[in-house]
């Protein structure tokens, strides 16, 4: 069957921004000029097509990350609206990853947000380009231009204004467009849907000129073709100048930049053009390599063999698991069987649809560069690459942060513990930053998540998707070990007790590394000292003794080891007895290291009103934090500081008492560092006592 939209014809893009910036209001209005929808779902109503959880609709927040596909000017537009709260971060994470392109939203007030720092730079990870678009141009305080200028300094972006708003706040009533030089207003009447061009009001006119020379500046420093040309001319015509512009976003040196708001209806079409003028089409993406082997590409064409990522998990009661895939090659049918590489796992395409929010559209066929979900593959992770068994190719995985705060859980019934245990792998199969872990000393279930809301959200899922009513305990933080001195030394296992003994002898040493370089394994045995079939074995052991460090039980993170000598015995030695020489010598100089405790710090900022910055920056000093710098944002005061997230409990509660409600925050992690001395002493008595060090 040939494909409905040619493959130069489609975008795959998500919107991505700090928490309230108005992704949602956004896509509620891509959705309704586009056609898809008939009726605007407003946020605040509890409406909007894509949020479509009971919780995001109660909320007024987007928690799960929500597909669709749209068609504009016959071009195909696969849109994901991406949650800003950092505790769903991972939502953010999986979909970049599969995305071709981003629209950056900014509040014109709040401008560039922690959060707008962390999802930019999820961004830049995966090179993914970028549109930029400044919302709420209707706010009291809208500035787009120092919001431009804050995407230049704070986030390294580099901006190109590609319209000039028309007004600001109340007074906002539409756009200039830079290319065509005209003025666009949007009828209100239609709810917008009629754009109204006329000339550009005469206090505006110099302003925009200006504007527009240095938008063709930036378009002719993208080509040498053009560059030339402009040179010549002094201007560049229309194509030109969207060819100069394509080419920069594309290759992420420009960043083209809109504004509007989503809530009164304006400026939306010029940011669709724009998606469908500067955004790329999995053609301008390019092959995908293999991530064992480099040399091994996948061309994104139809008759190329199939391959695909699962980027996002759904458990639907009535189809069981939906796995939502992003296709880079080759075609696939409904009813096909295909290949998981990553698991190594045949399965059967049951059903294929195009999802839209929560609603089903069902495909016989889907092809290169779609972005479509299928049933029928119980067995697939997120992450995980599906492709055809006769060319088998594993595509580079999703990685997604570690969790950084517990909860005990149990059933409220006894009655209820086999479904808690169902309903908590489903929900950990959906969500790669939740884990779920049984703790046999205690009889504890253990959930880990990013965040008090996270985890707060999970609960709620439990009750309302599962009917497991589940009691929780006090929030614990993940904290981590590490050394801080390097250290070396040996340990001999060995064990006879009639018949056949056990023996292991190694030395090594520990050295710490680089926070967030993780674990390094050297191999430095010479001569045979120990057979290298033992070697694994020596690192497996150390692995284990890692998973739960000696000092609090915890997980040991940026620790290299050198294992450089040792001995074995030709009858007593085994694969068992190296893994524990090597868990039991680890254990040993790990103690001998100066070891610490790591808890994660998050980078908070609170924006109060001026009479209650004492107040704010008392209470962050007040929870371990320090105070990195205060700004004033449109008669708002902003602290930003650091501040350890076991200190953050409750806070929301307590920003708003101290401010009688109008005091709010926000905080993204940051970084691993050191728990003082004293505070470190008292987590390792209560681990003691709770027999969590082994």
């Known amino acids: 069957m040939p494909r409905p939209i040619p493959l130069d014809k489609i975008r795959n893009i998500g919107i991505m921004a700090h928490i309230d910036a108005g992704k949602t209001t956004c896509s509620e209005r891509i959705l309704f000029y586009s056609g898809k929808s008939y009726k ?65 939203l900014f509040c014109a007030v709040g401008g560039v947000q922690p959060q707008s720092e962390q999802v930019w730079r999820q961004s830049e990870k995966y090179e993914v380009p970028k549109l930029c678009m400044v919302n709420k141009m209707d706010r009291v305080g809208a500035n787009f231009f120092t919001v431009v200028d804050e995407i230049r300094e704070t986030l390294n972006g580099n901006p190109v204004p590609m319209v000039c708003p028309i007004g600001a706040g109340e007074d906002f009533v539409g756009v200039v467009d830079l290319l065509t030089m005209k003025a666009l207003s949007f009828d209100e009447e239609s709810h917008g ?7 550009i009001p005469a206090e505006l006119l110099e302003k925009c000129e200006e504007m527009r020379a240095e938008m063709v500046e930036k378009a002719a420093e993208q080509d040498e073709a053009l560059m030339e040309k402009y040179f ?5 015509s229309v194509e030109n100048i969207q060819r100069g512009i394509r080419k920069g976003a594309i290759t992420r040196t420009i960043v083209p930049t809109y504004c509007g708001t989503a809530f009164k209806n304006k400026g939306i079409q010029p940011l669709l053009d724009a998606i469908i003028a500067y955004m790329p089409s999995p053609l301008d993406i390019g092959d995908v390599a293999s991530s064992d082997d480099p040399e091994m590409i996948r061309e994104p064409k139809d008759d190329a063999p199939f391959s695909a990522l699962a980027f996002k998990i759904l458990t639907d009661k ?104 169902v309903a908590l792998h489903a929900l950990a199969q959906e969500d790669p930053t939740f884990t779920v872990n049984y703790d046999p000393e205690t009889s504890e279930t253990v959930i880990s998540g990013m965040g008090e809301l996270h985890l707060e959200i999970i609960v709620d899922r439990l009750k309302r998707e599962f ?30 007790s009639g018949g056949r003994g056990q023996f292991a002898n190694v030395s090594f040493k520990l050295e710490p590394q680089e926070p967030g ?20 074995a020596v690192e497996k052991g150390i692995i284990k003794a890692m998973a739960a460090g000696p000092c609090g039980g915890y997980p040991v993170v940026d620790v290299k080891v050198t294992v ?66 205060m700004d004033d944002k449109y008669g708002t005061k902003l602290v930003r500081g650091f501040v350890p997230l ?20 926000s905080m993204v992690f940051e970084h691993y560092e050191g728990v003082p001395f004293e505070l470190a002493e008292t987590i390792m008595e209560k681990r003691r006592a709770e027999g969590k060090v082994r």
């Open 232 to 236: 010549e001319d002094g201007d560049l």
């Open 517 to 536: 370089e993780g674990f390094a394994f050297v191999n430095e045995i010479k001569g045979g000292v120990i057979p290298s079939e033992y070697i694994p």
């Open 318 to 421: 009535h189809m069981g698991k939906i796995v939502f895939i992003r296709i880079y090659s080759g075609t696939v049918h409904a009813g096909d069987t295909i290949f998981n590489s990553s698991m190594e796992q045949k399965g059967r395409i049951g059903r294929l649809f195009r999802m839209h929010a929560n609603r089903q559209e069902a495909l016989e066929v889907a092809h290169a560069g779609d972005i479509v979900a299928v049933v029928g593959v119980p067995k697939t992770r997120t992450g995980d690459t599906l492709c055809c068994q006769e060319n088998p190719i594993i595509l580079e995985a999703i990685e997604f942060p570690a969790p950084v705060i517990s909860i005990a859980i149990r059933p409220a019934s006894r009655s209820d513990n086999e479904k808690l245990g």
């Open 40 to 104: 605007i779902g407003e946020v605040h109503e509890g409406a909007a097509t894509m949020d479509y959880m009971e919780q995001e609709q109660e909320r007024g927040i987007t928690i799960t990350s929500a597909a669709t596909a749209v068609e504009w000017n016959g071009y195909q537009i696969s849109l994901i609206d991406t949650p800003g709260h950092v505790d769903f971060t991972a939502e953010v994470e999986r979909s970049l990853r599969v995305l071709d392109g981003a629209v950056a």
């Open 193 to 199: 849907l009629k754009v109204i061009e006329s000339e």
């Open 646 to 665: 076991g200190e953050m409990f409750g806070y929301s509660n307590s920003i708003r008492t101290m401010t009688q409600g109008r005091g709010s925050f």
């Open 467 to 496: 009917a497991v009513v589940a009691e929780v305990g006090r929030p614990e933080v993940a904290y981590r070990e590490t050394l801080r001195h390097a250290v070396d030394g040996s340990y001999k296992h060995s064990k006879q």
């Open 564 to 629: 450089y000598d040792g001995s074995y015995h030709e009858v007593d030695s085994s694969e068992f007895a190296f893994i524990e020489a090597g868990r039991q010598c680890f254990k040993k100089l790990f103690l001998q290291a100066n070891p610490q405790i790591l808890e994660p710090v998050m980078a908070v900022e609170v924006a109060v009103p001026e009479d209650y910055m004492g107040a704010a920056t008392g209470s962050i000093c007040q929870r371990r934090g320090r105070v990195e710098g």
